[in-house]
């Protein structure tokens, strides 16, 4: 009798670690901070806009002026890496490479496991511009600012 009685509540206290370590969902990375809906909403607009002056009208200017009122406005913004991208693909429409570069090179920086990592990658070869690591900007720190 002893030993049913401790098999079912040994039974009953799996049961219930398991049905807590459920309610909390699976692991999908870090939680994101939370982000104010609105902002999201009127960066996403404007994105969208940018989105269809690039694709659309070829208006390369007007993409570029609606993506960098959300690098200014929406520093939060939670597709940011694509605005980043976008800047790059604007600037490259527009024949300046330079600066296309350095977007390319900001987004891969700051988004290293972004979606757009391949496609910048490929404009960056394609420009011949070095690609940015992660580590690149530890090496235009003075030594003694370096961490080991």
Do not use: C, W
Request: charged share 30%.
């Amino acid at each position: 009798m002893k030993l049913m009685a401790r098999a079912m509540m040994l039974a009953a206290a799996v049961t219930l670690m398991a049905t807590a370590a459920l309610a909390q969902g699976p692991a999908r990375g870090p939680i994101e901070p939370a982000r104010d809906e609105t902002l999201e909403i009127t960066a996403k607009h404007n994105l969208t806009v940018a989105r269809y002056y690039l694709e659309k009208r070829k208006a390369y200017k007007g993409a570029l002026d609606r993506l960098q009122e959300i690098v200014d406005s929406y520093a939060d913004f939670s597709r940011m890496d694509e605005v980043l991208f976008l800047i790059g693909e604007a600037n490259y429409k527009l024949n300046q490479p330079e600066k296309a570069g350095e977007f390319y090179n900001k987004m891969l920086k700051a988004y290293p496991n972004s979606e757009f990592v391949r496609r910048a990658r490929e404009r960056l070869a394609e420009l011949k511009i070095a690609p940015a690591t992660p580590d690149a900007a530890d090496d235009k720190k003075p030594a003694a600012e370096k961490k080991p």
